[in-house]
């Protein structure tokens, strides 16, 4: 691309994966990334300043931006102190931030989840993408579970996780989870034998890290419907994490999976556990 004397705007396609600016006039000329999906910062692209001016790199596509005056180009330079105003106004997405996700029964353990169908585990559940280097896209799965993040067509790897509250009304957290993880507090198996990681993750019932006799109580308080400093949920994890460090002293993990999310399409294979409930291997 080739510009003329005077300011000019070059206009960046998604999908054309290498393009090069011949000329550009720093302070003059501009670039316009509108049709790059998901793109709201200069900060999520890959700016390398070249001996001719720069390079710049976002998911398959990469800009050779040429000085016209021969020499290199700084951020700066090409995009100012940034994107200023709406230049990327989002397509609907639904809300971004701030969903209450709704009370609905659950499926404990191993889940394939799929975009294309409905997912039992994550009814009425918050859905969450944050693709690598972009805005994270949040909104509510119905009551199957289906979700559609419309993602644009193309490639994206990310950030996918799950946000699920608990439903009162299937009692699957009752007093003999308390008494379960009080055993696991003292240093005690459960009643059926050595407690498995996913027992671990789910006894650690207020998250911070250990199994206590503070965990047994909110989980009583639950089982006999008292409020509670912090709330029954759902955690999905990645089924292949590396649990084998977690002790009833150390429970530490990470929520969500790394994905590939293709033409729109997310699949990943991930594990179900509801905190406060524990259940026999």
């Given at each position: 691309m080739t510009g003329?004397?005077?300011?000019?705007?070059?206009?960046?396609?998604?999908?054309?994966?290498?393009t090069t600016i011949t000329d550009f006039q720093a302070g003059i000329d501009r670039l316009d990334t509108?049709?790059?999906?998901?793109?709201?910062?200069?900060?999520?692209?890959?700016?390398?300043?070249?001996?001719?001016g720069a390079r710049i790199e976002y998911f398959n596509e990469t800009i050779y931006v040429n000085s016209a005056s021969g020499g290199p180009l700084t951020s700066a330079q090409v995009f100012g102190a940034g994107f200023g105003g709406p230049d990327h106004i989002p397509v609907d997405f639904g809300d971004f931030v701030g969903l209450d996700p709704g009370s609905s029964d659950g499926v404990l353990g191993d889940v394939s989840i799929n975009s294309q169908t409905a997912n039992p585990s994550l009814s009425d559940a918050e859905i969450s993408f944050t693709p690598n280097g972009g805005a994270t896209i949040t909104l509510r799965a119905?009551?199957?579970g289906r979700f559609d993040l419309n993602l644009p067509s193309g490639t994206f790897g990310g950030e996918f996780d799950v946000i699920k509250t608990y439903?009162?009304?299937s009692k699957d957290i009752n007093a003999l989870?308390?008494?379960q993880v009080l055993r696991i507090s003292v240093g005690l198996n459960p009643t059926w034998g050595?407690?498995?990681?996913?027992?671990?993750?789910a006894a650690d019932f207020n998250r911070d890290g250990s199994v206590n006799a503070l965990d047994a109580l909110s989980i009583l308080q639950v089982a006999v419907g008292q409020p509670t400093a912090v709330r029954p949920e759902w955690v999905f994890i990645d089924s292949d994490a590396d649990l084998s460090g977690i002790t009833h002293t150390d429970v530490s993990y990470d929520t969500g999976a790394n994905v590939v999310a293709m033409d729109g399409v997310i699949a990943s294979d991930m594990t179900s556990i509801l905190l406060g409930n524990l259940e026999a291997p």
């Open positions: 003329g004397s005077g300011a000019d705007i070059f206009v960046m396609q998604y999908g054309a994966e290498t509108f049709d790059y999906p998901l793109l709201r910062t200069p900060g999520q692209l890959t700016f390398t300043v070249t001996a001719q119905d009551s199957n439903s009162t009304a989870d308390a008494l050595p407690a498995s990681k996913e027992n671990l993750i």
